[in-house]
């Protein structure tokens, strides 16, 4: 008698992500779905956001939830009621996994860092800071509204409350030298706690900074060599500080990497609510992906009126298998070949990964396929030339 395959969500994890699309202003780098609004009726979202989850719930029953992720937006903005409110509607729906990890995005400004004792009693058990940068001047092009001592204050009440702490830098920002850098991340790692997303400034269309650069604005963005000296940089500190860069913006201390982002790059399951929410949810080879009405009003008529989806759309067997490449290529630890041939890939890659392989760019143990320190350099261009 034949074994039934595991289910996708068996294999990579099951999580849910909740955005809340609120910020006290809007970043010139974000292209996130941040809104600035007055005020915000808590109570009216958080029933909102409990009966889209009540609604998936339904139709995703018997899962164990491995995670559940409160992203933006600004999510220290909630209420911890409103985070109450869906981390119960979560449980009632699904069985949560002995070590779940429900994280809350934070910003570090005061009035937000007192409400984390409030999150912790809802249930939130991990916080990522979006610290951003150790630079006053930066912090000041940034558009954030925080300044440095309030960072590490803010990071200070964090480690107070919760085992569990992260936070984000951006690196490669206007004018900065390598040595520059060098100093900030050690800055860094002397605060970390166990866990720290490093990102490279992009500039992204329908950003502020987007409409600033092509007026001739944003002067002194490093060169591709610079930017790429300090990706290397960023390895080898990381590296020697005990914390693992297990994907490519991501670093760790064993044990501490993040279970819902892990979700996403091990191409499980996972629920989006909330608007401009993407999910991800599937029974066998059928894969369903669901995106959320964006604009937060019309997405909270339309969850009150019986559902916040915008779409939802079949993914062929092609789509997930490009989804799981573009994924998985992004884990140090790589991705499972066997696995991607199940799913009917289009084209066998393995005269790509030969390819690959002879320039030094990949490499594979067994199953797993992973990109080199080379490749990860041009990581886009690697899995274009796997891609059918």
């Known amino acids: 008698m034949s074994r039934k395959a595991p289910e996708n969500w068996q294999i990579g994890g099951f999580g849910l992500y909740v955005h809340w699309p609120f910020c006290e202003a809007k970043c010139p780098y974000c292209d996130f779905n941040s809104h600035v609004v007055k005020g915000i009726d808590q109570a009216r979202w958080a029933r909102a956001l409990a009966e889209e989850i009540r609604r998936a719930g339904a139709e995703s029953q018997g899962r164990v939830l491995s995670s559940i992720f409160f992203g933006g937006g600004t999510p220290s903005l909630m209420a911890p009621e409103t985070v109450a409110a869906v981390i119960k509607a979560a449980r009632d729906c699904w069985t949560f996994a002995n070590d779940v990890e429900i ?21 939130v058990n991990r916080v990522s800071l979006g610290v951003q940068s150790l630079r006053a001047e930066d912090l000041k092009r940034l558009g954030r509204l925080h300044d440095v001592d309030e960072a590490r204050a803010a990071f200070g009440v964090a480690r107070s409350v919760f085992d569990r702490v992260s936070f984000d830098l951006i690196y490669a920002r206007q004018n900065q030298t390598l040595e520059d850098w060098r100093a900030e991340l050690s800055e860094a790692l002397e605060m970390a706690v166990d866990h720290m997303s490093l990102y490279q400034l992009t500039v992204e269309e329908g950003t502020a900074f987007w409409d600033r650069a092509r007026a001739g604005g944003l002067r002194g ?118 696995r991607l041939r199940a799913l009917d890939y289009g084209i066998a890659p393995d005269a790509a990964i030969r390819d690959l392989q002879g320039l030094g760019l990949v490499e594979q143990n067994g199953p797993m396929l992973r990109a080199t320190g080379q490749g990860r350099l041009v990581l886009n261009s690697v899995i274009a030339a796997l891609l059918p």
């Open 103 to 123: 994280t809350l995005e934070a910003n570090p400004r005061s009035v937000e860092a007192g409400r984390f004792e409030g999150y912790a009693r809802a249930g």
């Open 221 to 338: 963005l490093p060169e591709e060599d610079l930017a790429a000296d300090m990706f290397e940089l960023t390895q080898e500190l990381c590296q020697a500080a005990g914390y693992e860069a297990y994907e490519v913006s991501n670093h760790a201390r064993p044990g501490a990497q993040s279970r819902h982002n892990l979700v996403y790059w091990h191409y499980g399951d996972w629920v989006g609510v909330g608007p401009g929410a993407h999910g991800r949810i599937g029974s066998g080879a059928t894969r369903q992906s669901t995106v959320a009405w964006s604009a937060p009003g019309k997405w909270l008529e339309q969850a009150e009126a019986g559902s916040g989806l915008e779409s939802r759309d079949l993914l062929s067997l092609e789509d997930q298998a490009g989804e799981y490449l573009m994924m998985g290529l992004r884990l140090t630890e790589g991705l499972d070949v066997e």
